[in-house]
């Protein structure tokens, strides 16, 4: 007879814990820290022939203020996605950098002609990083789930278009720089409440999206292969077009005007997977862009200097044309940090930045720091794809596709490829609203990417919402 074993069996090995990716961020991080040193050393070595005092505390303030926004991660969302935040820290100092570049060019052009030193920005752009910083760390706290933000959908809505159109509304003594009506400036502080109301309106269509999903679902006429959404469904994307219309015509701002039309254009197409929907949006830009260059002398000015930037050179082409100018003699390795003359080029530091790093970078370096930002987009668009509610899928590509608009519209401008918009690029240009809304943005994406990474026990529990604004689908019974 054969013994029985009445040993007790062994408890069953606890699954592995999931790696939260946040060693990895740290590790990126310190290599960021790295690289923005020695690129503040070189500018300081090839300007003023010496390290000053500058290069210490502009280097421990950055270090300083993202090992705090490390650990707000590693606190608030552990499972967050651990490239966007070196990523984000790596252009937010080199940004840094070639704003210091910029002040050490002016403040010798002041000491050659005698005129007094010039306001430093290098310490404006780090208070402002300090403050979108602080922002980041309080979205991160006080939004623990992002699908609670789509109760408050239209509430963001309609603070988001009051915000857009207040610039318009108020006198242009406060509200008017560069002949666009886009801030509200008090004293020496000035903001510009339209980069936030983008963040707030797009929370807004993501909520609606998904609410009203089947309206823009339902098939309509069906024409050259592609099934078009019936008349009276296109409503949110005339709204759209009518308040994209109203900023070009009120504030005068050709940017914001396409950046805001774009994003609710790709947010709908990514709700519908239509292309029927981009045909008819991309119509009825163009044709409200035909009817802008016709009624508005500010579009026809825009358009012109795209065309032939050389043909009032002195004038209204001297922006666009000494920015190609410095990105020709940047050529393919740059003049070095530096040692290039980017100060010639008006607005370098905000909105020709791309033309400052382009000529003491090169195309090498541009294209590095183009990968970079292509990585930051596809990391949330990853985000958005790994997320199990539509709303976080839609918010998370709505935001990661805004970067990517500003980034191609920016870009498209400083070459000559599209006319000038007069946006900034996100975390490297001089600015403190673009900089402070951008950092909201990516702490809304960690968030969306923390609960798509998490394991099933740490993710929060869905919100149940009332049965009166629950979201319905249209189903097809099976044959």
Do not use: C
């Not at 219309?245 to 009120?250: E, K, Q, R, W």
């Not at 990968?371 to 709303?391: E, H, K």
Request: glycine share 10%; net charge positive; no cysteine.
């Amino acid at each position: 007879m054969a013994a029985v074993d009445d040993r007790p069996s062994a408890a069953p090995a606890a699954p592995a814990p999931l790696p939260t990716g946040r060693g990895i961020e740290l590790v990126l991080l310190a290599f960021a820290a790295v690289l923005v040193t020695g690129a503040l050393a070189l500018v300081e070595a090839n300007q003023e022939q010496q390290l000053t005092q500058a290069l210490l505390w502009v280097g421990l303030a950055y270090l300083a203020l993202f090992t705090v926004a490390h650990f707000a991660v590693r606190t608030f969302a552990p499972y967050a996605d651990p490239l966007i935040l070196p990523s984000v820290a790596l252009l937010n100092g080199l940004g840094l950098v070639m704003i210091h570049r910029l002040d050490l060019a002016e403040l010798a052009q002041a000491a050659a002609v005698g005129d007094p030193p010039p306001t430093e920005l290098i310490s404006r752009q780090v208070a402002w990083t300090a403050i979108g910083l602080a922002l980041f760390v309080a979205v991160l706290w006080l939004v623990r789930d992002h699908r609670k933000l789509s109760r408050y959908a239209f509430t963001a809505g309609l603070v988001g278009i009051v915000l857009l159109a207040l610039p318009g509304l108020l006198p242009s003594s406060i509200s008017e720089v560069n002949g666009a009506k886009l801030w509200i400036r008090i004293g020496p502080v000035g903001i510009q409440p339209g980069e936030f109301a983008k963040i707030l309106l797009i929370i807004f269509f993501a909520a609606f999206l998904v609410q009203k999903r089947e309206l823009f679902t339902t098939a309509g006429r069906r024409f050259l292969g592609m099934e078009f959404p019936r008349p009276r469904d296109l409503g949110p994307l005339l709204l759209a077009w009518g308040l994209s219309i109203g900023v070009l015509v009120i504030e005068r701002d050709l940017g914001s005007s396409l950046l805001f039309f774009g994003i609710v254009l790709v947010m709908l197409y990514v709700a519908t997977e239509r292309v029927s929907w981009l045909v008819i949006g991309l119509s009825i830009f163009v044709g409200g862009a035909l009817i802008a260059y016709q009624l508005f002398g500010h579009v026809r000015v825009r358009v012109q200097v795209w065309l032939d930037p050389f043909a009032d050179f002195n004038g209204t082409g001297f922006q666009i044309g000494q920015a190609l100018f410095g990105l020709g003699t940047g050529g393919v390795g740059g003049t070095g940090l530096g040692a290039g003359r980017p100060d010639l080029v008006p607005f370098a530091y905000s909105d020709f930045m791309l033309s400052s790093l382009g000529e003491e970078l090169g195309l090498i370096g541009l294209s590095a720091i183009l990968i970079v930002y292509l990585v930051m987009i596809t990391r949330g668009l990853r985000s958005a794809l790994a997320v199990r509610d539509s709303f976080g899928k839609l918010l998370a590509a709505g935001l990661a596709f805004a970067i990517a608009l500003q980034i191609f519209t920016v870009i498209g401008g400083a070459t000559k490829l599209i006319p000038l918009t007069g946006l900034t690029l996100p975390f490297l240009s001089y600015g403190g609203s673009s900089l402070v809304a951008n950092y909201a943005l990516v702490a809304l994406l960690l968030r969306i990417s923390n609960a798509a990474r998490a394991p099933l026990n740490r993710r929060p529990a869905a919100p149940l919402p009332p049965i009166a604004e629950a979201g319905t689908e249209l189903v097809e019974r099976p044959k």
